[in-house]
């Protein structure tokens, strides 16, 4: 059964341009989340989706935003970059509702702005 | 609200002798905890989960941990630490119910000395 699978791996940016990247749950999943990890923050919660629903948004601002579509793949965009939006962009499937269960991470996207 | 604490952002020790890393939560509610484990360039991979039920929890690569309400811990343990254990450790913490999002602790970054 394959991974969670983001793309791009590595993505540089200037400032104020705008980036989409892109995550594939394990096949079944219906359960998609996002977060962001950097050095000093940590990984920090930022959407969630079940069933193409929005289920939770974190403590980021408007220019974030994401979508599930019917086939339960993911896109998150951030608009307008910044400096600080530089980090490493995880997504996490699992199969239900349940936020108990197993988390299943992607191996990234890593985006730097420059 | 939740958050957890992990007490040592960097954690040292020669291969073959005891891992412990510590984690302190907080929690409204009963909680459920995790800990999930990152290798470098990699997504993170879960090690183990409390929900209730035992309170010393065995997860995978000979780790396990330890419920303590009293003390509001649960910090992670591995008799023998072996090379391939070094790596990036999270606690993670969620209520019982499992219907608000998970709270990540700031990591905790394992290094084995051969």
């Known amino acids: 059964k394959a991974g969670v699978t983001q793309t791009p791996r590595y993505l540089i940016k200037t400032r104020g341009q705008q980036v989409t990247l892109s995550c594939s749950p394990i096949s079944g999943h219906r359960s998609v989340s996002w977060y962001q990890q950097t050095p000093g923050q940590g990984l920090q919660f930022l959407f969630e989706y079940f069933s193409e629903t929005q289920r939770n948004k974190g403590n980021f601002p408007g220019r974030f935003s994401g979508r599930q579509f019917s086939n339960s793949r993911s896109e998150m965009n951030v608009s307008t970059l910044e400096l600080g939006d530089s980090a490493l962009y995880l997504c996490?499937?699992?199969?239900?509702?349940?936020?108990?269960?197993?988390?299943?991470f992607g191996s990234g996207t890593q985006l730097s702005v420059l | 609200a939740q958050s957890v604490t992990q007490l040592d952002s960097h954690v040292s020790v020669s291969e073959g002798t005891p891992v412990l890393l510590r984690c302190n939560y907080s929690?409204?509610?009963?909680?459920?905890l995790f800990w999930y484990v990152q290798h470098p360039n990699k997504g993170l991979q879960l090690l183990l989960k409390y929900t209730s039920a035992a309170t010393l929890v065995k997860g995978i690569n000979g780790f396990e941990a330890e419920f303590k309400k009293s003390e509001t811990s649960f910090h992670l343990t591995k008799p023998s630490a072996h090379m391939s254990d070094a790596a990036e450790y999270f606690c993670?913490?969620?209520?019982?119910?499992?219907?608000?999002?998970?709270?990540f602790g700031k990591g905790t970054r394992l290094s084995v000395i051969a």
């Open positions: 929690s409204s509610y009963s909680p459920s």
């Open positions: 996490a499937s699992s199969s239900g509702w349940d936020r108990r269960e197993k988390l299943f």
């Open positions: 993670v913490v969620s209520d019982i119910s499992g219907n608000t999002p998970l709270v």
